[in-house]
């Protein structure tokens, strides 16, 4: 399957922001230690990582940088070992479509569990 055959998948913000606290350590707190065991798959390579593993291959600590670009952009890409380069922008979205309370649309990865298969926001 080519990634434009993959299935579209579309939720509200709200619906994200709700599974992305259910994930986090503590189910709420937005902090670096509690969003750092979220996982998401990128939907070029397959790889399932954390945001923790994201931030620490992008040197970053920052919780929103991490909570905003980990879940668009492959940990291959910010680790810049040449193994994998997608975004979840530009020409090809990612695999998930958030729509905004203003109509606008922005696209990210799939939630994951550790074992690497993509969750769907239910």
């Known amino acids: 399957m080519t990634l434009s ?7 509200t913000i709200d619906e994200c922001r709700a599974e992305f606290k259910r994930r986090c350590k503590d ?4 902090n ?6 979220v996982a998401f ?3 070029a390579c397959g790889t399932v990582y954390t945001l923790g593993e994201w931030a620490e291959a992008a040197g970053c600590d920052k919780t929103g940088v ?9 940990i291959h890409r910010v680790a810049g ?3 994998c380069d997608w975004v979840a922008c530009g020409l090809f979205c990612g695999p998930v479509t958030i729509v905004h309370p203003n109509g606008g649309k922005s ?8 074992a690497g298969e993509p969750e769907a926001v239910e």
């Open 5 to 11: 055959e993959e299935p579209r998948k579309e939720y």
């Open 27 to 30: 189910h709420g707190s937005l």
């Open 32 to 37: 670096i230690d509690s969003i750092s065991q």
């Open 41 to 43: 798959k990128c939907p």
């Open 66 to 74: 991490v909570a905003n670009d980990g879940p668009t952009s492959c």
């Open 81 to 83: 070992n040449g193994l």
């Open 107 to 114: 696209h990210c990865f799939e939630f994951a569990d550790r």
